[in-house]
């Protein structure tokens, strides 16, 4: 067994409020409950002695393990291939009473079965609650084993041939399967206090397991998509599903925290908390897949915000939230945890959610642009908050800011900022004539055109015949991508192609692309990164739009292959090909789905 697999080497199961990831060897090192955002339950991932692990394994010598999807669900498989029988692990999530409703109370069923000889399977439970910081004591009767901590509690139940033994204050087992014969753990992480759940049997877990795979069917089976990659495309839904918090319709960037962007660097933040960048963005891709409910809840918790207006940076709107629209991210360093192959140091929390980015405003306006019943969504009252938050943006948009890669080196006037508030005054003055709402068209009007002739004049740089990061520099950044997936420029227009070209030169590398160069634009921080996948899928669906179908199709083909095995992507892709940053990434995976869409279109057109 690996001391830290590589990032990739996971799976993800979830139930629409948290979610676990289960290594490729049969080991769920990351699960946090009752929310995404919760404190860890089991954090190896983070630390191999400290962070606590729920393993089902074979150790057999001459074993080769496979991992895969059922087909259009959220249902893990495991499979050991030993010399002596082939056995599996199947894992999920079942499904809460109403997904809507935040729930303490959340179980992870792990069934193992052996389709062929025998396999010997070895069990271990061991929760460290808090992120490994806290203690817990052990009941342990028969097939049953509780771990209660100060601020939270754990239930496992065994069913089957698996006896459980002590060991200290965890518990672990071996159990010998043939073919044709069944057993299972059921976890239940929990509250303090908490009564025991229901007593599992085989008929409740069979239900579940149904309940599941009908769910995900159903859920998919309403995708509208059905151009080429629709595997991809779908296993990209679904993730995006499976991180968005259910109660509020917010999504989490990703399901982890501190994983790095460079092995033993520093760049390593904490993703599960909701972005209005990211989040803003998925809404296309849930639209443009027939996902109309999930893109109105996010737009519903979008406008909460607008009306709420509570912040920690004193603006209208923040960059990222927690789940529920708490604005207060305060970070922490957990010094006791090693960190991911020794990349310390791991961040609880994100200090980032106080710094200036002025790019969300167009992000967030862009979102509710897409609505299709704005006066349902909103209401009157929804759109004079909107309308005023525009107005204030009149004001203020003119500023330097930290920029989309929340840079920790110093405000700049960031072209991208810049593009994005252009976007805000766009949407907004459509959607005031669409609607037929009130608004202060001359002024909104004014500022549209304001900051397009600003970008033109000093984000062009006629020396590198391309648009650059921040004004007076000579920097190329991949976040001007968007720029032709906005509407601002046209996508064969010379500028924008002359940009494009730059960036094949500087910032693509064998079809991955970076987001910038770190050594000619300071970033604050020590250390290098790999390519961007997000700017990666941003590139083809440029190249898509410019009519250079060739070299997108072969670029999309190109970052498909550094999926893992189960479809997923993180934040980056390494030198060598490794999976780098917290994963799964939900920006990742809505800009597949975009790419994918964008050129699946040009293809046919």
């Given at each position: 067994?690996?001391?830290?697999?590589?990032?990739a080497?996971?799976?993800?199961?979830?139930?629409l409020?948290?979610?676990?990831l289960?290594?490729?060897?049969?080991?769920?090192?990351?699960?946090?409950s009752?929310?995404?955002?919760?404190?860890s339950?089991?954090g190896?991932?983070?630390?191999?002695?400290?962070?606590?692990?729920f393993?089902?394994t074979?150790?057999?010598?001459?074993?080769?393990?496979?991992?895969?999807?059922?087909?259009?669900s959220?249902?893990?498989?495991?499979?050991?291939?030993?010399?002596?029988?082939?056995?599996?692990?199947?894992?999920?999530?079942?499904?809460?009473?109403?997904?809507a409703?935040?729930?303490?109370?959340?179980?992870?069923?792990?069934?193992?079965?052996?389709?062929?000889?025998?396999?010997?399977?070895?069990?271990e439970?061991r929760?460290?609650?808090?992120?490994?910081?806290?203690?817990h004591?052990?009941?342990?009767?028969?097939?049953?084993?509780?771990?209660?901590g100060?601020?939270?509690?754990?239930?496992?139940?065994?069913?089957?041939?698996?006896?459980?033994?002590?060991?200290?204050?965890d518990?672990r087992?071996?159990?010998?399967l043939?073919?044709g014969?069944?057993?299972?753990?059921?976890?239940?992480?929990?509250?303090?206090?908490?009564?025991p759940?229901?007593?599992a049997?085989?008929?409740?877990?069979?239900?579940?397991f149904?309940?599941?795979?009908?769910?995900?069917?159903?859920?998919?089976?309403?995708?509208?998509?059905?151009?080429r990659?629709?595997?991809?495309?779908?296993?990209?839904?679904?993730?995006?599903?499976?991180?968005?918090?259910?109660?509020?319709?917010?999504?989490v960037?990703?399901a982890?925290?501190?994983?790095?962007?460079?092995?033993?660097?520093?760049?390593?933040?904490?993703?599960?908390?909701?972005?209005i960048?990211?989040?803003?963005?998925?809404?296309r891709?849930?639209?443009?897949?027939g996902?109309t409910?999930?893109?109105?809840?996010?737009?519903?918790?979008?406008?909460?915000?607008?009306?709420?207006?509570s912040?920690?940076?004193?603006?209208?709107l923040?960059?990222?939230?927690?789940v529920?629209?708490d604005?207060?991210?305060?970070?922490?360093?957990?010094?006791?945890?090693?960190?991911?192959?020794?990349?310390?140091?791991v961040?609880?929390?994100?200090?980032?959610?106080?710094?200036?980015?002025?790019?969300?405003?167009?992000e967030?306006?862009?979102?509710?642009?897409?609505?299709?019943?704005?006066?349902?969504?909103?209401?009157?009252?929804?759109?004079?908050r909107?309308?005023?938050?525009?107005?204030?943006?009149?004001?203020?948009?003119?500023?330097?800011?930290e920029?989309?890669?929340?840079?920790?080196?110093?405000?700049?006037?960031?072209?991208?900022?810049?593009?994005?508030?252009?976007?805000?005054?766009?949407?907004?003055?459509r959607?005031?004539?669409e609607f037929g709402?009130?608004?202060?068209?001359?002024?909104?009007?004014?500022a549209?055109?304001?900051?397009?002739?600003?970008?033109?004049?000093?984000?062009?740089?006629?020396?590198?015949?391309?648009?650059?990061?921040?004004?007076?520099s000579?920097?190329?950044?991949?976040?001007?991508?968007?720029?032709?997936?906005?509407?601002?420029?046209a996508?064969?227009?010379p500028?924008?192609l002359?940009?494009?070209d730059?960036?094949?030169?500087?910032?693509?590398?064998?079809?991955?692309?970076?987001?910038?160069d770190?050594?000619?634009?300071?970033?604050g921080?020590?250390?290098?990164?790999?390519?961007?996948?997000?700017?990666?899928?941003?590139?083809?669906d440029?190249?898509?739009?410019?009519?250079r179908?060739?070299?997108?199709?072969?670029?999309?083909d190109?970052?498909l292959?550094?999926?893992?095995?189960?479809?997923?992507?993180?934040?980056?892709?390494?030198?060598?090909?490794?999976?780098?940053?917290?994963f799964?990434?939900?920006?990742?995976?809505?800009?597949?789905?975009?790419?994918?869409?964008?050129?699946?279109?040009?293809?046919?057109?």
């Open positions: 067994m690996h001391r830290y697999p590589p990032i080497d996971h799976g993800l199961v979830g139930d409020q948290t979610c676990a289960v290594s490729a060897e049969g080991v769920v090192d990351w699960f946090c009752p929310r995404f955002d919760s404190p339950v089991f190896r991932l983070l630390d191999h002695e400290r962070g606590g692990h393993s089902i074979v150790e057999a010598p001459g074993t080769t393990v496979r991992q895969l999807y059922l087909a259009d959220a249902v893990l498989l495991t499979r050991f291939l030993t010399p002596d029988g082939v056995g599996e692990v199947a894992d999920f999530m079942p499904l809460l009473p109403d997904p409703v935040p729930a303490d109370r959340h179980t992870l069923v792990r069934v193992l079965r052996v389709v062929r000889g025998t396999v010997r399977f070895a069990v439970c929760p460290r609650f808090d992120y490994g910081r806290e203690t004591g052990l009941d342990l009767d028969g097939a049953t084993a509780r771990f209660t100060a601020t939270a509690s754990a239930h496992l139940q065994v069913l089957g041939a698996i006896a459980l033994e002590r060991d200290g204050r518990v087992a071996d159990v010998e043939t073919a014969q069944r057993a299972a753990a059921v976890l239940t992480l929990d509250a303090p206090g908490a009564g759940p229901e007593p049997d085989e008929a409740s877990l069979r239900a579940a149904d309940g599941v795979r009908f769910f995900w069917h159903d859920w998919i089976g309403r995708c509208r998509y059905r151009g990659w629709q595997a991809q495309v779908n296993r990209s839904a679904i993730t995006l599903k499976l991180l968005t918090y259910a109660p509020s319709g917010a999504p960037a990703a982890t925290m501190g994983l790095p962007e460079q092995v033993g660097g520093e760049r390593n933040w904490d993703y599960r908390y909701t972005w960048r990211d989040a803003s963005l998925s809404v891709a849930m639209v443009d897949l996902f409910e999930e893109a109105d809840a996010f737009r519903r918790w979008l406008g909460a915000r607008f009306r709420d207006g912040t920690v940076s004193g603006e209208p923040q960059i990222m939230y927690r529920d629209g604005p207060h991210l305060g970070e922490e360093v957990l010094d006791h945890l090693e960190g991911w192959r020794g990349s310390a140091p961040r609880a929390g994100n200090g980032a959610a106080g710094q200036l980015q002025l790019d969300i405003y167009g967030a306006v862009h979102a509710y642009a897409q609505a299709g019943d704005l006066a349902q969504l909103a209401g009157y009252d929804g759109w004079l909107f309308a005023a938050t525009v107005d204030w943006l009149c004001e203020h948009w003119d500023r330097p800011d920029g989309i890669w929340e840079t920790r080196g110093g405000r700049q006037d960031f072209t991208y900022s810049r593009l994005m508030c252009w976007v805000a005054f766009d949407r907004a003055v959607m005031a004539h709402r009130p608004a202060d068209l001359p002024r909104w009007t004014a549209r055109d304001a900051v397009l002739h600003q970008v033109m004049e000093r984000g062009w740089s006629a020396e590198r015949q391309a648009f650059v990061q921040h004004y007076g000579e920097v190329l950044d991949a976040s001007l991508l968007m720029m032709p997936i906005t509407r601002f420029i996508p064969r227009d500028r924008w002359s940009t494009l730059a960036m094949d030169r500087e910032l693509v590398s064998d079809s991955l692309v970076y987001r910038y770190p050594a000619a634009s300071p970033d921080l020590r250390g290098s990164e790999g390519t961007f996948s997000l700017c990666s899928f941003l590139y083809v440029a190249l898509a739009r410019a009519g179908l060739e070299q997108a199709r072969y670029a999309f190109k970052m292959t550094y999926a893992n095995h189960v479809g997923l992507f993180a934040e980056e892709i390494g030198p060598t090909g490794e999976q780098l940053g917290n799964p990434q939900a920006f990742t995976h809505l800009a597949l789905i975009t790419a994918a869409l964008s050129l699946d279109e040009a293809l046919d057109g």
